[in-house]
């Protein structure tokens, strides 16, 4: 802790939520963050902002010019660049080093790939993304707790969002950083072990009305990939 990391961050030091401990344990973190649009650009940069030592961001479209910006922003964090993976497998093994995963803007094909290799590696996952013209969020460890949903079953709950029939594409698009702040948010709460509101839950946010919809989420019974995974 030198004299120059404890200036950058002696603000988020003094707050009782952080402290240095907590202030430390960011620093010593590594999250993944796959999608780097209008989602998950903001949320890279409040990221960075606060503290993760190392950012691993996963595109093939903006990632070195986001490296860039993060450095910028915060020489002493650490960023790599990967490409997005192909297999379950290949993000699994990508997990494994990772304290936290976030998907911000990704389709449907890619949340499911890293929602099976959160299964298999049992490290936990944070997500948001597009219902039409709202946003969905939710978080998942279902391989830590044996009663706990995965991503999917959380997609199947905010399948049933209302969608305003003709969206304002401005507003749409400001909803998506809306979502990349407030996922940021939860993932430094989720790596300080603070309580976090989308365990077991998922929300759907609704720029037309600046409204957040809270819904519980229950284990699927049936659902496609965590019914039966062996824990």
Known sequence: MDAAWLERYSRQILLKEVGGQGQNRLNHATVGVVGTGPMGTPAILYLAAAGIGHLVILDT????TLCAEVQDLNPLVKTTLLCPPLAPEQAAAH?????????????????QLF?????????????????????????ARASRDPDA????????????????????????????????????????????????GLWYSAQVFYPEEGRYHAMPVPKNPVCLACCGHPK
């Open 149 to 196: 949903p995965c991503l999917l079953c959380a997609e199947q709950v905010c399948a049933t969002a209302w969608v305003a029939p003709t969206p304002d594409p401005i507003l749409t698009r400001m909803g998506a950083g809306v979502i990349g702040s407030v996922l940021a948010m939860e993932a430094i709460k989720s790596l300080l072990d603070t309580p976090n």
């Open 95 to 111: 997990m494994i080093a990772w304290d936290l995963t976030v998907l911000l803007g990704v389709d449907a094909a890619t949340r």
């Open 115 to 139: 929602n099976r290799a959160a299964l298999q590696t049992g490290k936990p996952i944070l997500c948001g993304w597009p219902i039409g013209s709202a946003y969905g969020m939710a978080a």
């Open 61 to 64: 479209a903006r990632g070195e």
